[in-house]
């Protein structure tokens, strides 16, 4: 039903949602002129008025035509809180439609704007149709598609939510988005023309419903079950369900000043939203802005120009607060948040569906969620770094690496303590400052040079790093690579210890090399558990870390004794002949272990370590590069990386080997701070054994 031109004077009766019920405590019914929408299908307006003047008698005025315009124009707007709802913003002077289409009259000439008389006026302009107006109630739906509820929250519920998703963010949980979409949230398709091409660019972090606590007071509000119920009524539709998607029924978004964060331009793809704000800072951004019921108008345009140019003068932003609610038809009004210059813009998203067991589609999740699915494996939406060096990274990679350093940090960060937390995070922000500088062409050579080893570092690590359970069963495949390193270093040291001990002629040569094989080894094992001791965070079986680091200690307080008495054999011969020697070796033991391969495996001084260990700690690299990283904390600023630890300086084959990273390490003095940080018992021998 619409009325054009008809002006109708109401008393609105005041509309408090029905609430009560279990999470009343954390909600404060929205106050009685609030404008909740109730009543229609199509989220609409009731009473169309602001709180402000409960002393004045409400008074709405339907259509701008004729009799609208004058009565506005007349009426005294100290008696009255007067709104208007109409599909037009201006006046039509229908008897000159005619010139104008001849082109005697000039089009403008013909339409007299609304929004000055109504700003003299202080009346609230709604730019939506009318669908029916119930003289009974004295309610009048609107299809506006948008009612503000302030205040929904109590302040001191608004700080509990924060809090709680505050905690979850420092927990590293979430997922950090940075993607391109269109308007559509759809794909541009195969020949992405037009306005479907036009692609804006969202980021924010979004915390899933399956990363909160069971007690979680968001996930508490979202099943009460007086919220879904308001929000039956308030839309008017026969049903009306919670989404049954384990992601996406309630979550938190934080944007983020730090990274811009922004969500573009778009239609939800659900017909209406929820969405309670939490956190604003004002004068920076972070503005929810919409054109109402702006769909149909703009599916029929062809390019972005022109929808800029319609949206001219139509974009309505709501002055939000924490603990407002709004209700949103955000299928039919295009919408976005605007870029947030500083601080921390945080809401929350409720999901109702009215199909039963409705959950969100692929396309959503994986843009938005990082996953489809429950486990908590990021998806990866960026070329392989894992094989990344310094000198090779093209500059196209910037941004790419720089979303990638952003999707996997919160993920990274999970379980570390603080300082290392911190390390990461200020490692990561001198990253993107560089590259950043990199793309803008104003090269900071001594930051950037730095800055790229450290983010080439910190990507091959972050590029293998799971999260959740997935990590936990990295971690126990690599402690198990750990043991795996010890026994072999047993193993050998066993050899050498009979060796040393039998009668017979010296050695020298031979058991040099495997006593620095075997410091090298036990320098490389030592970091490797720490490191995975660290990502593992508080749930790391303690007491197995323990074990492994107890067994280095062992084995170097065993090491030190072997090589104490190998030095009493007397120095090495000049030039060893290998090929006189392997028979030589043979006569020379008669008495010694049976195993020869092994013995000659465990000689061997293996460079790299990788003829020792084959590829079973192939993975050690990369997360000895996130070690390499956190150490930051011994002073070495970003970029004094020892160089054997350079990524640029691992010769590419090296990647392949074992305990590569760990081997440079021990041949490099300066390098054995790092691998041996002192906080352990077996941490501050690791010098000692290195000087062999
Ligand atoms: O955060 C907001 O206020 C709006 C969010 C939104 O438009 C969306 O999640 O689709
Ligand atoms: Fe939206």
Not at 24 to 51: D, I, N, V
Not at 147 to 172: I, K, Q, W
Not at 641 to 654: D, I, R
Request: aromatic share 6%; with cysteine.
């Amino acid at each position: 039903m619409m009325l054009r031109g008809a002006a109708i004077g109401r008393r609105c009766r005041p509309s408090a949602p029905r609430l009560g019920g279990a999470a009343a405590e954390l909600l404060r019914a929205p106050p009685p002129a609030a404008g909740a929408a109730l009543g229609s299908r199509a989220p609409c307006l009731r009473g169309c008025a602001t709180a402000s003047a409960a002393s004045r008698e409400r008074l709405v005025v339907l259509g701008t035509g004729w009799a609208g315009f004058r009565v506005l124009n007349d009426i005294d707007d100290k008696k009255f809180e007067v709104s208007v709802i109409s599909p037009r913003n201006h006046l039509l002077f229908t008897p000159m439609l005619a010139s104008s289409a001849l082109g005697t009259v000039n089009q403008r000439s013909i339409c007299q704007p609304v929004r000055p008389i109504v700003a003299k006026k202080k009346a609230n302009f709604y730019e939506s149709r009318v669908q029916s107006i119930n003289r009974e109630e004295k309610l009048v739906v609107a299809r506006h598609g948008y009612c503000h509820l302030p205040n929904f929250l109590r302040p001191e519920a608004v700080v509990g939510l924060v809090g709680e998703c505050r905690r979850l963010e420092a927990d590293g949980r979430g997922f950090r988005s940075h993607e391109a979409h269109n308007v559509f949230l759809e794909d541009a398709g195969a020949d992405g023309v037009g306005l479907r091409s036009k692609e804006f660019a969202s980021s924010k972090v979004l915390m899933a419903m399956d990363d909160m606590e069971p007690r979680s007071a968001l996930l508490a509000i979202y099943r009460w079950p007086a919220l879904r119920r308001f929000l039956q009524d308030a839309f008017g539709l026969p049903r009306l369900f919670r989404s049954a998607d384990p992601l996406g029924g309630a979550y938190y978004n934080i944007f983020d000043g730090a990274f811009g964060d922004t969500l573009g331009w778009h239609f939800d793809r659900s017909s209406f939203s929820t969405s309670l704000i939490l956190q604003t800072t004002p004068g920076a951004g972070g503005d929810f802005q919409y054109a109402p019921d702006s769909r149909q108008a703009i599916c029929e345009m062809g390019s972005w120009e022109e929808v800029e140019q319609h949206l001219d003068g139509r974009v309505l932003t709501p002055p939000l607060h924490p603990g407002s609610l709004y209700l949103f038809a955000g299928n039919r009004s295009l919408h976005r948040v605007s870029p947030v210059a500083h601080g921390k813009r945080i809401n929350a998203i409720f999901t109702f569906v009215e199909e039963e067991g409705a959950t969100l589609n692929e396309y959503t999740l994986r843009k938005f969620f990082g996953r489809t699915g429950q486990s908590k494996t990021k998806i990866r939406h960026t070329p392989d770094f894992s094989e990344a060096r310094a000198d090779q990274v093209p500059l196209a990679w910037g941004s790419a690496l720089r979303t990638h350093i952003a999707a996997n940090v919160g993920n990274l960060a999970s379980g570390l303590r603080v300082w290392k937390r911190r390390i990461l995070q200020s490692t990561v922000r001198a990253v993107c400052t560089a590259f950043e500088a990199l793309e803008g062409g104003s090269r900071g050579p001594e930051d950037f040079e730095g800055a790229l080893r450290i983010a080439v570092a910190l990507i091959r690590g972050l590029a293998q790093v799971p999260a959740g359970r997935a990590r936990a069963r990295e971690c126990a495949a690599r402690r198990a690579d750990v043991r795996k390193g010890l026994a072999q270093v047993r193993a050998a040291l066993g050899r050498l210890e009979a060796e040393l001990g039998a009668p017979r002629g010296p050695e020298p040569q031979r058991h040099a090399g495997c006593l620095a094989w075997a410091a090298q080894m036990l320098t490389g094992l030592h970091t490797a558990a720490r490191a995975l001791r660290t990502l593992e965070g508080p749930g790391a079986p303690e007491q197995e870390y323990e074990g492994l680091l107890r067994a280095v200690g062992e084995l170097r307080a065993r090491l030190r004794r072997a090589a104490a008495a190998a030095a009493a054999e007397g120095p090495p011969p000049a030039a060893p002949d290998d090929g006189a020697r392997g028979p030589a070796e043979e006569r020379r033991r008669p008495g010694a272990p049976r195993d020869a391969a092994g013995v000659r495996q465990a000689a061997a001084p293996a460079p790299g370590g990788r003829s020792v260990s084959g590829g079973a700690l192939a993975q050690l690299k990369d997360y000895l590069a996130c070690a390499l990283l956190w150490e930051g904390r011994q002073g070495k600023a970003a970029g004094e990386l020892p160089a054997a630890l350079e990524v640029g300086a691992l010769p590419k084959e090296a990647s392949a080997g074992s305990s590569s990273t760990a081997c440079s390490a021990g041949r490099d003095g300066g390098a054995a701070g790092w691998a041996d940080s002192g906080d352990d018992e077996a941490g501050s021998e690791g010098s000692g054994s290195l000087s062999l």
